[in-house]
């Protein structure tokens, strides 16, 4: 079935730092890619997505790029700030099961 | 504009208690609904979702039951809490982008 992979966290960088959070994926047919955030105490939130082999989901500073030959869906950001402090959710979404399938989530904290 | 709105924001309950908890969307019709439960320190969890008034589908066999008597209204209930109830719970509804889910701002649930 289809599953979705992140990297363990939590992950603590320093403010203006470079971020990488690793995400994988299996996947039955074409999916469709997407990483949402959760802010302390909140829902998710719709972050980036990308629906096709090479496109690049951008939104707040944050990149990702669907790569079909490694299945993979990395987010990037150049210059952290201690507001990106959250969780991160890689996903993806295939049509056969009209569901959003999760990753565990990354924790990201920012420190000054 | 589409909204959506669950409630309560916590609750909790004693084990053997019964259980509902809402979610209403606004400014849509005939959304894709979804009950998804976050426990501590795992990932998202999808519990149910409807494709429309009265259909229902489980994926996973639990302690726990959904309805949807209106096109916009998506109840989650039990009849009796178990102590590995205890989570937070997210709706969402989904039309339009597949996968672009809109979340509500969750109920942290804490069976006692």
């Known amino acids: 079935g289809d599953s979705v992979t992140q990297m363990e966290g939590p992950v603590t960088l320093s403010e203006e730092a470079f971020l990488t959070i690793n995400c994988t994926y299996t996947?039955?047919?074409?999916?469709?890619l997407f990483w949402y955030v959760q802010y302390p105490g909140e829902g998710l939130q719709l972050l980036l997505k990308?629906?096709?082999?090479?496109d690049k989901g951008s939104n707040k500073g944050f990149e990702a790029t669907y790569r079909k030959e490694t299945t993979s869906f990395h987010l990037e950001k150049g210059s952290v700030q201690v507001s990106d402090s959250a969780v991160y959710f890689c996903a993806l979404f295939t049509g056969t099961a009209s569901k959003l399938t999760f990753g565990t989530g990354t924790r990201l904290q920012v420190t000054l | 504009s589409q909204t959506i709105h669950q409630w309560p924001a916590t609750l909790v309950q004693p084990v053997g208690s019964p259980l509902s908890l809402e979610c209403t969307v606004e400014g849509t019709s005939n959304p894709n609904l979804y009950w998804y439960r976050q426990a501590a320190g795992r990932g998202l969890q999808l519990l149910f979702y409807?494709?429309?008034?009265?259909?229902i589908s489980s994926e996973v066999p639990q302690n726990l039951s959904a309805s949807r008597p209106q096109d916009r209204q998506f109840i989650l209930s039990s009849k009796k809490l178990l102590l590995s109830d205890s989570g937070f719970y997210l709706c969402?509804?989904?039309?339009?982008?597949?996968?672009?889910?809109?979340f509500g701002s969750g109920t942290r649930l804490t069976v006692v």
């Open positions: 990308a629906t096709k082999a090479d």
């Open positions: 969402a509804w989904s039309v339009g982008i597949p996968g672009g889910y809109t």
């Open positions: 409807s494709v429309g008034i009265g259909q």
């Open positions: 996947a039955t047919g074409y999916p469709s």
